[in-house]
């Protein structure tokens, strides 16, 4: 049982310290869970963005997340004549700097690249927004991804 701990153990501290190796982008892509998003960054044209030496720190929604979108909406943002609200809806979802869990604070707010500010809260475990976050400080080498479990509106598109 020992042996199975000390197994686990070492499998986090691997995966970490392999993930640390990868910028924002590559972990998404290594990540099933965000193949949604990894579509919609290329689509928004912001894959050389978030690769770049940053430091940002991304709210990554889920596949999942994407799918509770209303119907259309997501296929809508995918459209070319759309992009420029596909982008203002992911750089939403990114600080920049690194913000890590232990960072965060009741009540913080902190301005997104889009412009507008997302609202912390850590009543019932993280939230940005009201979006629960599901995996928090998964650390790139430009960053850091804190895996969400809705996608985030700005005010503005609301």
């Known amino acids: 049982m020992k042996s199975l701990g000390i197994f686990f153990i070492a499998s986090v501290f691997a995966l970490q310290v392999q993930a640390q190796d990868k910028n924002i982008v590559e972990l998404a892509v290594g990540n099933e869970s965000l193949s949604t998003l990894v579509t919609a960054v290329k689509a928004a044209g912001l894959v050389e ?7 940002f720190t991304v709210f990554a929604p889920t ?3 994407f799918a509770a979108l209303p ?3 997501l296929e809508s943002l995918l459209k070319p004549e759309n992009k420029d609200q596909l982008v203002a809806v992911l750089t939403y979802h990114v600080v920049s700097g690194k913000v ?3 960072d965060l604070k009741e009540g913080m707010k902190a301005e997104t690249v889009q412009g507008e ?7 019932g475990g993280a939230k940005v927004n009201g979006a629960n976050v599901a995996a928090a400080d998964v650390m790139a080498k430009n960053g850091v991804v804190h895996v969400i479990d809705a ?3 700005p005010p503005s598109m609301k």
């Open 49 to 55: 963005t978030l690769s770049s030496k940053g430091p």
């Open 117 to 123: 500010e997302v609202t912390v809260s850590l009543k």
């Open 63 to 65: 596949n999942e997340a």
């Open 151 to 153: 996608v985030i509106l």
């Open 71 to 73: 119907d259309g909406v």
């Open 100 to 102: 890590k869990a232990g």
